[in-house]
């Protein structure tokens, strides 16, 4: 069969669309920061054997061009001028492919490295804060272990020199919890905070995660993966023991109690390589998930999303496992962090953050905070509240916050929303995401954990949004989730 122009368009236009789903996609990835590794490389292979084969096509075609009025010679330059043509117009049509796929990308990171940026602490340096140190040390639980009331997550840790250089100065400051992951910085963070650590092991309580630098071990995962995790973190760390490993973010009672889980724990604690276990979560099936954490005896500390305004029976989660001797480690505590986009929040003697912290700490059944430090500057601001008592300027500090972020943050654990979409979108990840990138200036994070959900929150722009009215604080579900897709998605125009 002799090919027509018909069969060159098709052919080109195939081209164009696995240069969008192919090589697009895994420059995307790249971009995004994906381990390149873990990328698959077939549907590149698909694209670059669809230009061969379209340039071919094309080649066929335009050699067997002849009008039959026009000379020989005058035949054979046009049969040259159309088919250089008809390449060209064909590999403007595959790059435009992967164009298209990549340029929200670029767009986004423009836009993120552009200008000032979020800011990421206190406008201000008081000389009062400066040389702050850990003025409170708790008993975790069980554990037995007294650990400095405000203590140090290196999920925002810069994995490398600087960040390094931050957590060697907490430790000089008395900070003795450490809180980092396999997934955080690609496992940069695990690396930069064993290099600080080094003289000073024996009088830190560290903590990891039960997961890999791609993401979380699902619930029957052969032991050895589960045992290798840790391995993995003992050799970035450059320790031989960890103090403590969490089921990182765990949503999933059947995860919680992994019969495979626990035989890996097991293991390494009778090889003397980690000495407790551990559970963090923030979703909402973080009461089921507490509650049988709890119950099942096995576990000796949770870390559970807990801040001002919390969930009513979250309190009451906290003290249950306090009476049975767990350790609390409260996360999340900054309630969005959307402080540093608040202007009704400047000019106060003390930070938001220090008012947030106090109301944590307030309660004794708390073991410790863990937030997160990024810079130089958090060490003293954050250090500043240790051992603070919660006075009536800090309550009327938080309630000014929440009056200036009302209907906009999405409360860790609550789901009200989920059960009314028709969509099944992960309502609460989605926002959660967007404050990643919008508040917690972790523009890198956010974006990745979008492009890792199935479905995305432009489905809310035709939807009837049944989801209206259902969140008890009053936010916008919809507005925001389309805000979201807005920031988030490679090809979303900006909002």
Known sequence: MRPSALHVAIAWTLAAALGHAGLGQRIADAINGLDPRALPVAPSLAFAAAVIAAAVLTTAWAAR?????????????????????????????????????????????????????????????????????????????????????????????PGDARG??????????????????????GSGTEQALGRAMRGHRDRLFVATKFCTARGHLPAGSPVDAYVRAIEGSLARLGTDRVDLAHVHACDSVDRLLDPNLHEAFDRLRDAGKVRFLGVSSHTPNLPAVADAAIASGRFDVVMLAYHHGAWPSLGAVVERAAAADLGVVAMKTLKGAKQHNVDALRGEEEAYSQAAFKWVLANPNVGCLVISFQKHRHVDEYLHASGGALAPADLALLAR??????????????????????????????????????????????????????????????????????????????????????LLAPRAPRA
Not at 81 to 107: E, K, Q, T
Not at 120 to 147: D, E, H, I, M, N
Not at 172 to 185: C, I, K, Q, S
Not at 449 to 455: E, F, V
Request: aromatic share 8%.
């Open 164 to 185: 390094e250089a931050i957590a060697r100065e907490a430790i000089e400051r008395g900070v003795n919890y450490f809180d980092t992951a396999p997934d955080y910085a």
């Open 401 to 486: 916050y929440d009056r200036a972020t009302a209907g906009t943050h999405c409360r860790p654990h609550c789901g009200a929303c989920l059960a009314r979409c028709p969509e099944q979108l992960p309502i609460d990840d989605v926002l959660r995401y967007r404050m990643y990138f919008e508040d917690y200036g972790d523009e890198a994070r956010g974006l990745a954990a979008y492009a890792a959900l199935p479905a995305r929150a432009d489905a809310c722009a035709a939807c009837s949004a049944p989801c209206a009215g259902a969140c008890p604080d009053g936010v916008a579900i919809r507005e925001r989730m389309l805000g979201a897709h807005a």
């Open 65 to 157: 061009l002849d009008d039959g009025r026009a000379p020989a010679e005058r035949s054979a330059r046009r049969r040259v001028l159309v088919y250089l043509g008809a390449l060209l117009a064909g590999l403007g049509a595959a790059s435009a492919g992967v164009a298209a796929r990549i340029a929200g990308w670029m767009r986004v990171r423009a836009l993120v490295t552009a200008g000032p940026g979020v800011p990421t602490t206190y406008p201000s340096r008081p000389p009062a804060w400066q040389g702050a140190r850990v003025r409170a040390y708790r008993r975790l639980g069980r554990t037995g272990f007294a650990v400095s009331d405000v203590s140090f997550g290196t999920g925002s840790l």
